[in-house]
């Protein structure tokens, strides 16, 4: 594997950490992947879809050790051209605003303060207004794909990988990449679309990640400046 050489090489252990979207969505797939990092012993944080939460899956996500954060509102694309957004250029600042700020209550009444000022944009993606509303809203950290460009008006911690979405050697290869950058790395999860084989080849990599000497597992609000 070329990521277990890469670590091998590294000069000192790598921040790593793991972030899970669409909570609210597919929960016993959720469960499943929050009991596998629980095997592993390793930190896990999850963003949460307001409009998706209930009651019981807030219970067992407050009971529960995973970091937890806000996933947009809805987890509804608003573009009615090009990539899908939540919050992007066809919503103006007060739209985008009043979403956020929903979402953020509803949130705090379910979780209370087991949830961390922080966003994740469904799709990794929103505008400069969005920034602006979390800022002015109380966000302390914005978390996209790491190819987007900073809006420089809070903290941002991306993420690199996808695990759901890339083959086994293309996880292998941009890892092993992103390690040699010397990270720290964001490892992305979708439960929602992770099969039985997904879920196993996920727990293959958090065996090898969990033990190896170079590898500091941490939490979002760990790295949060």
């Not at 609210?24 to 409009?51: C, K, M, S």
């Not at 961390?116 to 109380?138: I, K, M, S, Y």
Request: with cysteine.
């Amino acid at each position: 594997m070329r990521l277990d050489s890469a670590l091998d090489s590294a000069p000192g252990p790598v921040d790593v950490f793991f972030r899970d979207d669409d909570a609210g969505w597919e929960d016993a797939r959720l469960l499943e992947l929050i009991a596998r990092f629980a095997e592993h012993g390793l930190p896990l944080d999850l963003a949460v879809i307001p409009a998706e939460l209930d009651e019981p899956l807030a219970e067992r996500l407050r009971d529960g050790h995973a970091g937890l954060h806000q996933h947009g509102y809805a987890h509804t694309n608003h573009q009615v051209e090009g990539r899908k957004c939540e919050f992007g250029p066809a919503r103006d600042k007060a739209a985008q605003r009043e979403d956020i700020a929903r979402g953020q209550a509803q949130l705090r009444d379910l979780l209370g303060d087991r949830l961390d000022p922080f966003f994740t944009p469904p799709w990794n993606r929103c505008t400069r207004d969005t920034a602006e509303n979390l800022v002015e809203l109380g966000f302390t950290l914005l978390s996209r794909e790491h190819k987007a460009e900073p809006f420089r008006l809070l903290p941002e911690l991306p993420v690199h990988l996808d695990v759901a979405r890339l083959t086994p050697e293309e996880l292998d290869e941009r890892f092993a990449g992103h390690v040699a950058d010397g990270g720290p790395v964001g490892v992305m999860f979708h439960h929602g679309v992770m099969e039985s084989d997904a879920m196993a080849r996920a727990s293959e990599l958090l065996a090898l990640l969990a033990t190896h000497a170079n590898v500091r597992a941490r939490k979002m609000s760990e790295l949060c400046p």
